[in-house]
C-alpha cells in the first residue's frame, strides 16, 4: 500500500500558497484494509476514508467510465490493481493531477509542472467533458488563480464550450451550483469566475437573471476589493435585479436562506436606503421595519455597509440614528397608559413616526 498527498495541496504548496486543506490517494489497498488500521469510510459513491486520527479524507486510487447524463453519471472502479497514473488521469486539470510522496518526490505524468510555471489551467484529458461540473471547477480555479496571471487554455475553454452546448449543465445539482459559486465569490477577484462562464456559453445557462444586473461586476468587484464577507457579495452581484428576479436566481442555487434574504432585501429597498430624503416619516419606519431592523440589527447593519459600498456618498449614519430613535421609544410607558393590544401597538407607530419626521 502506497499513499500520496494529491490535488490542491500541492498544486498551492508550488505556488507559494497557503494550503488549507489535505487530501490523499491510496495506492494498493482495498476498504477492509484501512477500516482495520481505523479508518472511517464516508464516501458512497466512491471509496474515501477519514484518517483515525488527522480526520483528513484518503481516497481509494480509482478509475471512472461514464455510465449516464450528469455529474454523478458514472460506474466507478476501485480496486488494488489501479494505478497512481490511472487515478491522476480521471482528474480534472493537470495542475491538480500532481502527486507528491512521503519523501517529497513528485509525480507528474501528465505536465502539471510544466503548466503552474506557464499559468496555464489545462485538462488532463478529453474524459474532461464527460462531468459538467468541470465548467464551474475551471472557472472557480481561475478566479481564485487570477493575481497570480493564470489564463484558461484555449483548447480547454472549447471543451468547456462544448459541454455548455450539451445540455448537461442543466443536470447539475442546486448544491453543487451554490457550492461552487460560494467558493468562488470568496475568492479576490470573482468577477473572473463569471468571465470564464461568459466566454464558454455557461453563463446565461447558469445566471440568466445576471444578463439585466449591468452593474454586477462592477458591484461585485468592489464589495471583493473591501474584503466583504460572501453574504455581502452576493448581494452586491443581485443588485439592481427585480425581486422576482432575484428569487429565481436563489431558487435555481438554492442559496442558503440568509443570503436569500439579504439579497432580496437590498433588491427591494436599496433605492430608499440610498434616498431617506425622499420618503415621509411613515416611509422612513416601514424600511426599518421590511428589514426587520429592531429584531435584527446585525442584519441591517449588512445592508448598511451594501450602502457604503454600492452607493458611495449615502448617509449610513441617517438610518443607525433613525433606528436608535424609534427604540427609544418606551412600549411599558405606553401600556402604562391604559392601552392594550392593537392600540399599544398603534401608538407605538405613531411615537416612532414622530422622531422620524
Not at 462544448?162 to 451554490?178: N, P, V
Not at 473591501?226 to 427585480?242: M, N, P, T
Amino acid at each position: 500500500m502506497n499513499i500520496y498527498l494529491v490535488g490542491g495541496a500541492v498544486r498551492d504548496r508550488l505556488l507559494g500558497l497557503p494550503v488549507r486543506e489535505r487530501d490523499w490517494v491510496v495506492v494498493g489497498a482495498t476498504p477492509q484494509v484501512l477500516i482495520e488500521l481505523g479508518y472511517r469510510q464516508v464516501g458512497r459513491d466512491f471509496p474515501v476514508f477519514l484518517h483515525p486520527d488527522s480526520g483528513e479524507e484518503y481516497a481509494l486510487a480509482r478509475t471512472e467510465r461514464k455510465a449516464g447524463a450528469g455529474h454523478r453519471g458514472f460506474e466507478v472502479h476501485s480496486d488494488p490493481s489501479v494505478t497512481l497514473e490511472e487515478d491522476l488521469r480521471r482528474r480534472d486539470l493537470t495542475v491538480n493531477a500532481i502527486a507528491e510522496t512521503d519523501g517529497g518526490e513528485l509525480i507528474d505524468p501528465y505536465g502539471g509542472q510544466a503548466d503552474l510555471q506557464t499559468r496555464v489551467l489545462r485538462h488532463v484529458s478529453e474524459a474532461f467533458v464527460e462531468d459538467p461540473l468541470r465548467v464551474l471547477r475551471v472557472a472557480r480555479f481561475a478566479a481564485y488563480l487570477h493575481h497570480l496571471g493564470f489564463e484558461v487554455a484555449p483548447d480547454t475553454l472549447a471543451l468547456m464550450q462544448t459541454l455548455s452546448d450539451s445540455g448537461e449543465l442543466e443536470t447539475l445539482s442546486a448544491e453543487r451550483l451554490w457550492s461552487e459559486t460560494a467558493r468562488a465569490l470568496d475568492t479576490a477577484h470573482p468577477g473572473v469566475f463569471l468571465d470564464v462562464l461568459g466566454q464558454c456559453g455557461a453563463g446565461d445557462r447558469l445566471f440568466p437573471e445576471l444578463r439585466a444586473a449591468h452593474k454586477a461586476y462592477e458591484n461585485l468587484a468592489r464589495a471583493a476589493a473591501a474584503k466583504a464577507d460572501v453574504e455581502l457579495r452576493f448581494a452586491a452581484l443581485c443588485s439592481g435585479l427585480e425581486p422576482a428576479a432575484v428569487d429565481a436566481l436563489c431558487q435555481r442555487l438554492n442559496a442558503p436562506r440568509r443570503f436569500s434574504e439579504l439579497a432580496g432585501l437590498w433588491s427591494a429597498l436599496e433605492q430608499d436606503l440610498a434616498a431617506p430624503d425622499r420618503l415621509d416619516a411613515p416611509g422612513r419606519l416601514q424600511v426599518l421595519e421590511r428589514c426587520d431592523a429592531f429584531r435584527r440589527p446585525q442584519r441591517f447593519e449588512q445592508l448598511l455597509l451594501l450602502l457604503a459600498l454600492l452607493r458611495p456618498g449615502a448617509d449610513t449614519e441617517f438610518w443607525r440614528q433613525a433606528l436608535a430613535r424609534c427604540r427609544s421609544v418606551d412600549v411599558a410607558a405606553i401600556a402604562a397608559t391604559g392601552v392594550s393590544g392593537r392600540e399599544v401597538g398603534a401608538r407605538l407607530r405613531a411615537e416612532r413616526e414622530k422622531l422620524l419626521g
